[in-house]
T-cell receptor, first 113, second 115 residues
Framework: KNQVEQSPQSLIILEGKNCTLQCNYTVSPFSNLRWYKQDTGRGPVSLTIMTFSENTKSNGRYTATLDADTKQSSLHITASQLSDSASYICVVVREGGGNKLTFGTGTQLKVEL | DAMVIQNPRYQVTQFGKPVTLSCSQTLNHNVMYWYQQKSSQAPKLLFHYYDKDFNNEADTPDNFQSRRPNTSFCFLDIRSPGLGDAAMYLC??????????????FGQGTRLTVV
């Protein structure tokens, strides 16, 4: 069964600290993996997209890694800000799946003063 | 500038009263998707249009219908909303559906409340 699992489910960190979110998937065959940020009551916004051949991709303070062999990805947030408080969703696209997105349930991040 | 626009942002409807949610896009993308997202859950794909070709997910209830009168607009019709249909409804678009790295752009969502 094609699944995407994320950990931790929720996380609280202090402003300025770094954090790393994890994503494991069983989706196969693999096409690409995406990280989205979803603010409460808003639609998801794309942070990164990585294909099989890409190990890391950065977008400002966000750095995503991908290990396609172990089917794991991580999202590292550097120097967190209050505005980083959101749900971070890992999404995997299956090759030949018509760009159908398989969503993880997200990690709820809260950044506090 | 908003590229995928959903209206309204918040919709309250009565149990059993038909309701229509709207999505428009300025990207001229071929594919438009509708997702249902319940609290603390991942979005669930209801259906998508590839151009005029409608693709329903196998487990989407018949209560949910969709229309795409032109490239820019797509509607979600809920014929007889039940309490269990209360959710955030997300519209998304993508240029294509088969290629790698085809980005999906989401709207802000419509929060549906059924009373």
């Amino acid at each position: 069964k094609n699944q995407v699992e994320q950990s931790p489910q929720s996380l609280i960190i202090l402003e300025g600290k770094n954090c790393t979110l994890q994503c494991n998937y069983t989706v196969s065959p693999f096409s690409n993996l995406r990280w989205y940020k979803q603010d409460t009551g808003r639609g998801p916004v794309s942070l990164t997209i990585m294909t099989f051949s890409e190990n890391t991709k950065s977008n400002g303070r966000y750095t995503a890694t991908l290990d396609a062999d172990t089917k794991q990805s991580s999202l590292h947030i550097t120097a967190s800000q209050l505005s980083d408080s959101a749900s971070y969703i890992c999404v995997v696209v299956r090759e030949g799946g018509g760009n159908k997105l398989t969503f993880g349930t997200g990690t709820q991040l809260k950044v506090e003063l | 500038d908003a590229m995928v626009i959903q209206n309204p942002r918040y919709q309250v409807t009565q149990f059993g009263k038909p309701v229509t949610l709207s999505c428009s896009q300025t990207l001229n993308h071929n594919v438009m998707y509708w997702y249902q997202q319940k609290s603390s859950q991942a979005p669930k794909l209801l259906f998508h249009y590839y151009d005029k070709d409608f693709n329903n997910e196998a487990d989407t209830p018949d209560n949910f219908q969709s229309r795409r009168p032109n490239t820019s607009f797509c509607f979600l019709d809920i014929r007889s909303p039940g309490l269990g249909d209360a959710a955030m409804y997300l519209c998304a678009t993508s240029r294509d559906r088969g290629a790698q790295n085809t980005e999906a752009f989401f709207g802000q969502g419509t929060r549906l409340t059924v009373v």
